[in-house]
């Protein structure tokens, strides 16, 4: 095969552009960067121990990741058809359901950390 070797800073390099080419693209990603942002200043300002922010901060980052894998679902069906085919329309609605999956479980982390954090269980 005609595969190029790997390379640690060139698979690097590939990440990162890939990085910045959802961004530039994709105003889904943006909005979960948003939430990154915004709720892991929350996470660590809250009058709760270090341990507590750290699982609520790094839970945030999975929302990101399905976004991340969401994105491309869509290019890779985007790629192979631009026609609507019944399967495109089932491999995009999958990817968008992965996204509210990791946003339910992100919340339910919450939920359950502040909970203990606060001691109100």
């Known amino acids: 095969m005609n595969k190029p070797k790997h ?3 060139r698979n690097g390099r ?3 552009e890939g990085f910045v080419d959802v961004v530039k ?3 889904s990603f943006k909005w ?12 660590w300002v809250l009058p709760i121990e270090f341990e507590y922010s750290a699982i609520l901060f790094i839970s945030l980052f999975i929302p990101v990741a399905s976004e991340v894998a969401n994105s491309a679902i869509e290019r890779v069906v985007d790629l192979v058809t631009v026609d609507y085919h019944i399967m495109a329309k089932k491999a995009k609605d999958v990817g968008a359901t992965l996204v509210l ?9 919450w939920i359950f950390v502040l909970l203990i954090a606060f001691k109100m269980v």
């Open 7 to 9: 390379n640690l800073f």
């Open 14 to 16: 590939y990440a990162l």
């Open 25 to 27: 693209t994709e105003t």
């Open 32 to 43: 979960q960067l948003l939430m990154l942002f915004s709720m892991g200043v929350v996470a």
């Open 101 to 109: 999956l990791s946003l339910i479980v992100t919340a339910m982390i």
